[in-house]
């Protein structure tokens, strides 16, 4: 191409009706344009061979006669759309309708205003993106680069692949890059990462040259593909100077925008990590209408939906309304742990479904299914496996009763509504020293030491913003020089005019670190009548312990019934220790272990450890 358009140079000059002023070389040049009187003008213009001609412009054109731009020979529009995050060319519709009467080919370029806001490139894309809405029949979209914001080499290189990306995923189309040569090696280094990662329409500024200089390698050898060789010619229905372009080749087909694609959309469904966690839903480009009707979470052996919330988000993994998308990613977020050892369904676009998921072609999505079963391996720690602390009778208490924990790291949490909470506690000899939080900040350390007990001691909390709130009361394992245990009650909460009476909180107990056991972590209590209950559907369950010296008895209850009692003592530590539960009808079961509080007279302590369960199919 390159040894044609040189000769192209020196050939005979083609005759038009407009003329071409003389510049400087290009630099940043789409801005103001000068006016025709400012620049002298020659009377003609050198076209190379295999070439057609165009123009670019923006609101500075002012009105436009395209009837006389259609004569004069213009092959090609390119309008300035938008620029930066939320400015419009006021322009670019009139524009956009006046090429279209005359039949000429059309597109758009986006002005980048890049700075180191997070998510700014990508903000940019989709404001052009939802502006120029360019479709079948436009050519490509292009960036125009012609500042740095701020942002280093590197930066500004990420910057606009972030913004190719997004146009890409949006349009279906990679957008070509407007630069100068000295702009592309000032700004950039003279990269050529964006012709590596497959953006090769480069569209070069360089004026008043024979053949214009193309950065990047010269463009990692794809060269240019428009050119922009003044900014100030002289056409017909355009008052003052006008951006004009060459474009390498003799028709547009490979700048244009194909028609509507009929390849269906397709997903992917990927099975929740854990007990707590969402399913998460990966589609092949961006569709929309997706609804609790067309992705459908069941438990097939009983045909019952599974409770969840439906979200969805972007490329960039924004949150957006699921109906209008784009949506490239979906979660469906059960709304309780889901069962170990269950089967579970997940199932998009099940036929009869009204509307169904579509993408931006209206191309339904592929009927997708994936069947899986819940954790059958759960941690201590995971959302499935409920624990309580020891629950005390006492009359003088709310509801009769409250509940205490006292090793270190013990926690007790509950969601609430409002902008206030209290905590009614207990103080007394036995009670020791707790953290409190509400959603993640501490709000002080309390000391429930007293000479004497008292019950219903409230804690209050106030000036919260109005919402939902999460409060924690942690147990810190200490307590005042008089007390003689580190003791701490949960009574219960007093929120939005109400006192919920020992609530139903979730608590959790001491979580600790031990060799060889599962993840290395364990849960422990020595609390008499401190239980965990597990829930399962199988026909068995192993439960995952630790033996030792400081480990005492366990009563073991599967389904309310006593099954049988277990002492954990051994003289030496023995991680990894299963006690196996089985020859249950295959069905949906709850073992609860309650810590007994006793132990072998031999015995450091009477701990109860919860490592893991196994469940048995």
């Known amino acids: 191409m390159k040894r044609a358009l040189a000769a192209a140079v020196g050939a005979v000059a083609v005759l038009t009706s407009w003329s071409v002023a003389v510049p400087a070389r290009a630099d940043d040049v789409l801005r103001p344009p000068p006016t025709s009187s400012s620049t002298a003008a020659t009377p003609l213009a050198v076209q190379p061979l295999g070439t057609l001609f165009g123009i670019d412009i923006s609101h500075w054109q002012d009105a436009i006669n395209w009837t006389q731009v259609g004569a004069a020979g213009v092959q090609f529009v390119i309008a300035k759309a938008t620029e930066g995050r939320a400015w419009d060319d006021p322009m670019y519709a009139t524009y956009r309708a006046g090429a279209a009467a005359e039949g000429i080919p059309f597109t758009a370029y986006h002005f980048a205003k890049p700075d180191l806001t997070a998510g700014d490139a990508v903000n940019e894309a989709d404001h052009f993106v939802d502006v120029a809405q360019l479709g079948p029949g436009d050519l490509i979209p292009a960036l125009d680069i012609e500042g740095t914001g701020g942002l280093t080499q590197e930066q500004l290189t990420q910057w606009i692949l972030d913004w190719l990306n997004e146009v890409t995923a949006r349009l279906g189309v990679r957008p070509m890059v407007y630069t100068s040569p000295n702009g592309w090696v000032n700004r950039t280094g003279d990269t050529t990462a964006i012709a590596d990662a497959g953006y090769t329409v480069l569209w070069i500024a360089h004026w008043n040259v024979g053949l214009p200089t193309v950065p990047a390698n010269d463009w990692e050898g794809n060269g240019w593909r428009f050119w922009q060789y003044t900014d100030c010619a002289s056409l017909p229905g355009i008052s003052g100077c006008v951006d004009a372009d060459w474009h390498a080749g003799t028709t547009l087909d490979d700048v ?10 397709t997903a992917t469904i990927t099975a929740p990590s854990d007990l707590g966690s969402p399913v998460s839903i990966s589609f092949s480009e961006p569709v929309h209408d997706l609804t609790v009707g067309n992705v459908v979470f069941t438990q097939p052996d009983t045909g019952t939906s599974v409770p969840r919330t439906l979200t969805c988000r972007s490329r960039r993994g924004v949150a957006v309304d699921c109906r209008a998308g784009p949506v490239s990613g979906a979660t469906l977020q059960p709304k309780a742990p889901l069962l170990a050892g269950q089967s579970y369904s997940v199932l998009l676009d099940p036929a009869g479904a009204v509307p169904q998921v579509v993408d931006g072609a209206g191309n339904p999505l592929a ?16 959302p499935g496996v409920v624990y309580g602390w020891r629950s005390m009778k006492n009359r003088r208490a709310y509801g009769g009763s409250y509940e205490t924990e006292h090793l270190a790291g013990a926690t007790y949490t509950m969601m609430f509504h409002g902008r206030s909470i209290t905590w009614y506690t207990a103080t007394g000899p036995l009670q020791g020293k707790a953290e409190v939080s509400i959603d993640g900040r ?17 804690r209050t909390f106030a000036k919260l913003d109005a919402g939902w709130h999460t409060i924690e ?3 810190l394992g200490t307590h005042a020089k008089a007390a003689s245990d580190t003791q701490v009650a949960v009574d219960a909460f007093g929120f939005a005019g109400n006192v919920v009476r020992t609530p139903s909180g979730a608590a959790t107990w001491r979580n600790t670190k031990v060799a060889g056991a599962s993840h290395r972590t364990v849960a422990i209590t020595d609390s008499p009548r401190a239980f965990v209950d597990f829930s399962f559907r199988g026909t068995g369950v192993e439960w995952m312990t630790v033996r ?8 073991i209850y599967v389904d309310g019934a006593l099954l049988r009692t277990v002492d954990n003592y051994a003289a030496s530590p023995t991680p990894d220790v299963s006690r196996v539960f089985t020859g249950l009808a295959d069905g949906v079961h709850t073992v609860r272990i309650v810590a007994l509080g006793r132990s072998r007279p031999k015995a450091k302590a009477a701990l109860v450890t919860i490592d893991a369960f196994l469940i048995t199919p």
């Open 473 to 475: 009361v942690r147990v």
């Open 256 to 265: 244009t925008i194909a028609a509507p694609d009929s390849t269906l959309p």
């Open 442 to 458: 501490s709000r002080g350390v309390f000391d429930q030491y007293a000479p004497r007990a008292d019950y219903k001691v409230a």
């Open 367 to 382: 009927a997708t299914q994936l069947d899986f079963v819940g954790a059958t391996a759960v941690e201590q720690d995971s």
């Open 548 to 555: 030792g010296p400081s480990q005492g008895r366990a009563a």
